[in-house]
């Protein structure tokens, strides 16, 4: 069995159809043509050529080795990572089926393989960097080989998707006949052949960072931090039970002003569920506030944001991803304190894409 990499769209805009149909689609817009009449690698290419005739030939095989991959060589039973574009999460998936081809379908979901989702939702501070690294790459289907990736995934997944985030990595040497038996590199296309995310990765160390620095209410102080950065006046409750109410947050000198908010900060690393959010907006209701945050290190379930939309005008969420995401927008504004626990400086890099392979 072997590990890849599946991208729901360059900005992951199919995230939610994978996720709903229990389906990962071949997201090429050009791909209106059949593939399963194509039996061999150099059928799919004349495909491929044809829908992409001014592609150059290292983009065409490229492309090529991505597709002919979710075509012919990924196989039922192999598990698969699809990270999340819009949380901090990563959710992994097992092949069940062959390559199919819907005529009737718009593109660019006419090619699909049907799958079972093993997980949804699992953080990305329950795995070391490496495997962070690995699973940044930016080609939309590729092989995830380095440092026994699959089979640690499979480890954390019998551990109940936790892990002991030891941060090392021991490899054990490859045997001459291994390596035999792996496909060659041309074609599969694996981790190593395309750029990575390198802001997904420079968030990763972020989050590191905030996990070791700021626990437990640690993280209720940044959150604090960040609200009087933006102009709020704060109040947060001392370390210990705070009845739904870590900070209340209001305009003016004094925080008398609308909009009055009620914020609930959870540091823990496992997702939120939804009677959790209900409890913050009863709470809302208890202190007056006009308007609730929920801050969750570990992100929300799926049934949460999926919902969100209901409570648009009154709630909002900010996971891991979000809450870096506001430290940087106003961290020269931070408490000095906290911008001394939180070091961080802006570089500006080169944006990357799978064509750039």
């Keep these: 069995m072997a590990l890849w990499l599946i991208r729901a769209g360059g900005e992951g805009e199919y995230e939610r159809k994978f996720l709903d149909e229990e389906r990962v689609y071949l997201t090429w817009d050009e791909l209106v043509d059949d593939l399963t009449k194509a039996k061999s690698r150099e059928a799919v290419t004349e495909v491929m050529r044809r829908c992409l005739p001014e592609a150059g030939e290292g983009k065409l095989r490229n492309h090529v080795g991505q597709v002919w991959a979710f075509c012919a060589t990924i196989a039922a039973g192999d598990w698969f990572a699809l ?23 718009e593109p660019p979901f006419k090619h699909y393989r049907t799958c079972r989702w093993i997980e949804r939702d699992v953080p990305r501070s329950r795995f070391d960097q490496d495997l962070l690294y690995s699973l940044g790459a930016f080609l939309t289907i590729c092989r995830i080989t380095r440092n026994d990736a699959e089979a640690r995934i499979r480890a954390i997944a019998a551990n109940g998707w936790q892990s002991s985030k030891t941060g090392t990595v021991t490899v054990k040497p490859t045997s001459a006949k291994a390596k035999s038996e792996e496909p060659a590199e041309e074609d599969v296309p694996t981790e190593d052949g395309g750029t990575v995310d390198l802001e997904q990765l420079a968030h990763d160390s972020i989050a590191r960072m905030i996990d070791a620095r ?10 604090d931090s960040i609200l009087r950065a933006q102009g709020y006046s704060t109040h947060r409750s001392p370390e210990g039970a705070d009845h739904g109410v870590d900070i209340l947050a209001g305009t003016g000198p004094m925080g008398f002003g ?3 908010i009620c914020v609930q900060v959870k540091s823990g690393d496992s997702p939120i569920d939804r009677p959790s959010v209900d409890q913050l907006v009863g709470t809302m209701q208890h202190v007056g506030a006009d308007h609730g ?8 379930k799926t049934t949460v944001n999926r919902e969100l939309a209901q409570k648009y005008f009154r709630l909002r969420l900010w996971d891991q991803k979000d809450l870096i995401e506001q430290i940087l927008v ?19 890099t080169v944006a990357g894409t799978d064509e750039d392979a």
Excluded: C, M, N, Q
Aim: glycine fraction near 10%.
């Design 258 to 260: 609308s909009p009055r």
């Design 83 to 105: 990270p999340s574009k819009f949380s901090s999460t990563i959710h992994f998936g097992e092949i069940t089926g062959p390559l199919r081809f819907d005529a009737k379908a």
């Design 293 to 300: 945050l929920f801050v969750a290190w570990g992100g929300f």
């Design 330 to 348: 106003h961290y020269p504004d931070l408490d000095a304190e906290v911008r001394a626990e939180l070091p961080l400086k802006r570089i500006w």
């Design 214 to 223: 700021f626990k437990g209410h640690g993280l209720a102080r940044l959150v």
